[in-house]
C-alpha cells in the first residue's frame, strides 16, 4: 500500500511566477493537511482539507490557497511567488480530521524561487 | 500560548552511546504527543505516539516517556546507530475537533563513528 505521495520532488521557479504542488494521501484517508517548512524550522500549518472542505487554514496570505478533490487528493497554489516562499512543502494524511488514529507525512516537494 | 520547546538543540554523540532528548509543551487542550525523526530534506517519519494516560512507549531502540502533570516528554536513543542522524522533532496535537499540531523546533542529532 503506497505512503503519502507528493509530486514534483523538487521545483525551481523565479518570482512572480505561480506553482502547483501535488498531494495523494493514503488509501482511505480522507484528511490532507499543507505544511511549510523552512530550513532550520519546525513545520508551519498552512491548510487542512476533509471531505473536500476547508478546515483549517493557517496564518499565510491569500496567495496561498489548495482544494481537495473527491479522490482525496489535494494540490497546493502559490501565486506570485516570493523568495521567502522557498521552503520544503509538506502534505500530511490522516483518517479523518482530528488526526487521532495517526498522522503520516509525505516526503515534501522541495520548493526554490530564485 | 501553545508552544512545544526542545533541548538540546542540537547534540553529537559517538555511535554505541545512548542519548535523550527533551520537550517540553505548554499547549491546552492536550490529545496527544508524537515523536518524529527527519532525515534531511525528506518528510518526518512518526517514532511514537502517547495519549495523556500513556507515559511510555517504545518502538524499538527509541523509547519515549512522557509526564502529563509537568507537560514533558523525552525520547531515548538506545545504542545509536549512524543511521539515527536526523532532526528529531516533538509534535502536540490539540484536542477537540481541530486537526491542529504543534510543531517544536527539533533536535538536529548527529551521530559519529
Known amino acids: 500500500d503506497a505512503g503519502v505521495t507528493q509530486s514534483p520532488t523538487h521545483l525551481i521557479k523565479t518570482r512572480g511566477q505561480h506553482v502547483t504542488l501535488r498531494c495523494s494521501p493514503i488509501?482511505?484517508?480522507?484528511?490532507v493537511s499543507w505544511y511549510q517548512q523552512v530550513l532550520g524550522q519546525g513545520p508551519q500549518f498552512i491548510f487542512q482539507y476533509y471531505e473536500k472542505e476547508e478546515r483549517g487554514r493557517g496564518n499565510f496570505p491569500d496567495r496561498f490557497s489548495a482544494r481537495q478533490f473527491p479522490n482525496y487528493s489535494s494540490e497546493l497554489n502559490v501565486n506570485a511567488l516570493l523568495l521567502g516562499d522557498s521552503a520544503l512543502y509538506l502534505c500530511?494524511?490522516?483518517?479523518?480530521?482530528?488526526?487521532?488514529?495517526?498522522?503520516?507525512f509525505g516526503s515534501g516537494t522541495r520548493l526554490t524561487v530564485v | 500560548k501553545n508552544q512545544v520547546e526542545q533541548s538540546p538543540q542540537s547534540l553529537i554523540i559517538l555511535e554505541g552511546k545512548n542519548c535523550t532528548l527533551q520537550?517540553?509543551?505548554?499547549?491546552?487542550?492536550?490529545?496527544?504527543l508524537r515523536w518524529y525523526k527527519q532525515d534531511t530534506g525528506r518528510g518526518p517519519v512518526s517514532l511514537t505516539i502517547m495519549t495523556f494516560s500513556e507515559n511510555t512507549k517504545s518502538n524499538g531502540r527509541y523509547t519515549a516517556t512522557l509526564d502529563a502533570d509537568t507537560k514533558q516528554s523525552s525520547l531515548h536513543i538506545t545504542a545509536s546507530q549512524l543511521s539515527d542522524s536526523a532532526s528529531y522533532i516533538c509534535?502536540?496535537?490539540?484536542?477537540?475537533?481541530?486537526?491542529?499540531?504543534?510543531f517544536g523546533t527539533g533536535t538536529l542529532l548527529a551521530v559519529q563513528p
Open positions: 509534535v502536540v496535537s490539540l484536542g477537540g475537533a481541530t486537526n491542529k499540531l504543534i
Open positions: 488509501s482511505g484517508h480522507k484528511s
Open positions: 500530511a494524511s490522516s483518517l479523518d480530521r482530528t488526526a487521532n488514529y495517526g498522522y503520516t
Open positions: 520537550c517540553n509543551y505548554t499547549v491546552s487542550p492536550f490529545s496527544n
